[in-house]
């Protein structure tokens, strides 16, 4: 195991339900959903892709869009994860329709346990002028509230753009202190989709980035509070040295077996890391880097936005701030797969 590594990773069964969307969010890396036809999986081919990933060994039902919610089956789904046996059913939502809190109680008692929001920023103005809905903010909070009383887990993402970059303590504070949620990724945006046509608008480098989550970090830190890692996404280690033991998604997996599948709508499926190093550069400097053999890289899409000056190779590993993730899931699934490995 790796310095800084999970003492185990449960496989994730991800898996396309639908491309429409009931927001417009400007960061979206899928095209914008009005400009194409609402693409959906059917429930059979829903049903094989878990039974597939179950039969990997897969533990995390991670269902995805799109937003799934707008699915009249979504409990149906969910409720075959369960019967197939997955300790994890993850739903992802942009949380509109999870205001409802009967609506969430139904998603709830088929089965879902984990449930992945979407908080853009630390309030109204600015979340809801990033998805393009008018009182998507409160609906996200009494989500969450939702969320919690019904049992369930809330996480939550936020994509870093030009309009929530410099306010990340702000909304850490939010999320982790007022919402005591302490599953979170703050993700670097993926520049195509929405990204893409927005960019002008919402781009932001990583120079310019980094000292303003570096410091959100470190109060962080400060606070004492629990954090579950991985929680930056879509970061290379050169980035935040740092902070590289709470990055998750930069390195290939040991075994190329293990690699998560990622089931889409037209019927494709396609490995999650492999997908991802298919987008991915280096520099010549790379090559020095004291984890070039574990990472894969940087987007295209930045380097073309941006260029590549700014991934400079690391030549020694720095000391990790003080913000050592639980891992806290990642035990509970291994207490639970030693359990049934003793039955």
């Not at 417009?24 to 829903?46: G, V």
């Not at 913000?323 to 797969?337: F, G, V």
Request: proline share 6%; charged share 30%; hydrophobic share 40%.
């Amino acid at each position: 195991m790796k310095k800084g590594q999970a003492p185990f990773k449960p496989r994730n069964c991800e898996i396309i339900l639908n491309y429409d969307c009931n927001a417009r969010c400007k960061f979206c890396y899928h095209p914008d959903a009005e400009a194409k036809a609402p693409e959906r999986m059917s429930f059979a081919d829903a049903a094989k892709a878990l039974y597939k990933g179950r039969r990997e060994g897969c533990w995390i039902a991670y269902l995805i869009g799109g937003e799934i919610t707008l699915r009249d089956d979504l409990p149906k789904i969910i409720r075959t994860a369960k019967e197939l046996g997955y300790p994890y059913i993850q739903v992802m939502s942009n949380a509109l329709k999870l205001a409802d809190r009967a609506y969430t109680k139904t998603l709830v008692d088929a089965g879902a346990n984990l449930f992945r929001i979407s908080i853009h920023a630390h309030n109204a103005k600015l979340h809801d002028g990033q998805v393009c809905v008018p009182g998507a903010f409160a609906k996200v909070l009494r989500a969450v509230e939702n969320i919690r009383s019904l049992g369930a887990e809330a996480t939550v993402n936020v994509a870093l753009n030009r309009h929530n970059f410099r306010y990340m303590d702000k909304w850490l504070e939010l999320v982790s202190g007022r919402l005591g949620v302490t599953d979170f990724n703050i993700i670097f945006p993926h520049y195509k989709g929405m990204m893409a046509e927005h960019a002008a608008e919402l781009k932001v480098s990583l120079t310019e980035s980094m000292p303003h989550l570096r410091r959100a970090l470190l109060d962080l830190a400060r606070s004492g509070r629990e954090v579950e890692g991985p929680l930056l996404i879509n970061f290379c280690p050169c980035n935040l040295p740092e902070a590289v033991h709470l990055m998750g998604e930069w390195e290939r997996p040991d075994d190329p077996g293990s690699d998560d599948p990622l089931y889409y709508i037209e019927g494709d499926v396609d490995r999650v890391y492999e997908m991802k190093e298919r987008f991915r550069v280096k520099n010549k400097g790379c090559a020095r880097c004291v984890y070039n053999s574990r990472c894969m890289g940087f987007e295209k899409w930045y380097y073309d936005l941006f260029g590549g000056r700014e991934f400079r190779p690391v030549l020694k590993e720095a000391e990790p701030m003080p913000l050592p993730p639980s891992h806290r899931r990642l035990k509970e699934a291994q207490a639970l797969l030693a359990r049934k490995a003793r039955r």
